[in-house]
């Protein structure tokens, strides 16, 4: 009975307010978390990188670790790149399995992945280009033209973890990766 | 006499004072209650409601097997606004899940949370057409500092059996095999990733899920 006498006293249409209030709360909070957070990823892992040019990081280690949940089973060549004054010229080799060459938009969208395919070294040459920029009249044989909305953005290569006696032969291909501004 | 004619003047006044003063005092409390109510619900459950999905999330955004939670949606251009924010808030810039899939489990496979001061043996059979790691971390996702500079197994540098079954055990002290030292205390994270390679995909209905490790309480 109190507990009846308790609910009655209870103003359901301020409760049933609340909750859709509490619902667009909820919407409006996850959505701005993105925006509102200070440094995401892409700002914690780019800082420091020279713009436009490729840079090998150094093992991942609890002293080196940039991200959370960043595993050291891999080491790292990163390109902050910066296409606004004209086309930005990525190029790797990836000679084997896990080899990876990424691209990033500065929300941390991974908008291009290339995987290495098993006993096959391929080697590829990317041209990002903003949409709004007209085809260059020289470029590499091989080199891709990708079209990119996101004038700055991240490239990343990934040479995978294999052991001791991989890890001077990974390193210098990892140091092969290349990342350079083309001018107009 | 002039006491008891100021009583009988006062009384009705006072009690109609009183009684106006309790009736307004209750219609403030009444409606103090309502708007502590209304915050109340709006900051607890909005903000609350967002911080739990965002961080743990849930069955629209995320895919769990056993300990392992994954975010199917992670640096994809079209992933949900759940997804989006985690990996914002914690700072992650994973690969695109079209690519690779990083399972975390924060839990033994019976769901007991993972710590450091126990022994676990994470079992599991080789993934012939995918890449993968498994590695462990403090529950901030942390590498944990040893001596051994051992921080991850990958498929190229575990110690297969020769049926292609693995065991790593998690452990502060040396153990032969394939161990992963887990130093200090608190709780742990272990992380299994899976990398395309360009063999067969990782998003395969199902497949990854079905071979994924199982994480077993050894001793504390």
């Known amino acids: 009975m109190a507990l009846i006498t308790r609910l009655t006293r209870i103003n359901w249409r301020i409760v049933g307010a609340a909750v859709a209030a509490m619902g667009v709360l909820h919407i409006i909070t996850t959505l701005t978390i993105p925006a509102l957070t200070p440094r995401n990823g892409y700002d914690l892992i780019s800082k420091d990188l020279p713009l436009n040019q490729m840079h090998v990081l150094p093992p991942v280690t609890p002293g080196t670790q940039r991200l959370p949940f960043l595993a050291a089973d891999a080491r790292y060549a990163l390109c902050r790149f910066d296409s606004t004054d004209g086309a930005v010229s990525v190029s790797a080799i990836l000679p084997g399995p896990g080899w990876v060459l990424a691209l990033y938009t500065p929300e941390g969208d991974n908008f291009f992945t290339t995987v290495a395919r098993p006993g096959a070294s391929q080697t590829v040459s990317l041209l990002l280009m903003p949409t709004d920029e007209r085809t260059p009249e020289t470029s590499g044989p091989q080199e891709v033209i990708l079209r990119v909305t996101a004038r700055r953005g991240l490239a990343m290569v990934r040479s995978p973890e294999q052991g001791l006696a991989y890890r001077v032969r990974n390193i210098s291909e990892l140091k092969q990766a290349r990342c350079g501004f083309r001018k107009r | ?86 990996h914002a808030r914690l700072g992650k810039l994973p690969l695109s899940a079209e690519f690779s899939q990083t399972y975390l489990a924060r839990t033994d496979s019976e769901g007991r949370a993972l710590v450091a001061s126990c022994d676990y043996s994470i ?5 012939l057409s995918h890449w993968w790691s498994l590695s462990v971390f403090d529950s901030k996702g942390r590498l944990i500092s040893n001596p051994a500079e051992r921080f991850t197994f990958t498929s190229d540098t575990i110690v297969l059996s020769p049926d292609g079954s693995y065991s790593v055990v998690l452990s502060r002290d040396a153990r032969p095999g394939n161990w992963l030292p887990t130093g200090g205390g608190g709780r742990l994270a272990v992380a299994f990733t899976v990398l395309d390679l360009g063999v067969r995909s990782v998003v395969q209905e199902g497949e990854i899920e079905r071979q994924l490790p199982t994480i077993k309480r050894k001793s504390c």
């Open chain 2, 123 to 127: 079992e599991g059979h080789e993934l």
């Open chain 2, 1 to 86: 006499m002039q006491i008891l004619s100021f009583r009988t003047f006062s009384s009705p006044f006072m009690s109609f004072t009183l009684h106006k003063l309790k009736k307004r005092i209750s219609a403030v409390v009444g409606q103090t209650a309502d708007w502590a109510l209304f915050i109340g619900i709006v900051l607890i459950g909005g903000l609350g409601s967002s911080w739990y999905v965002v961080e743990n999330g849930s069955p629209l955004s995320t895919v769990t097997v056993g300990p392992w939670m994954m975010w199917p949606s992670a640096a994809r251009s079209d992933a949900d606004p759940y997804t989006r924010a985690h």
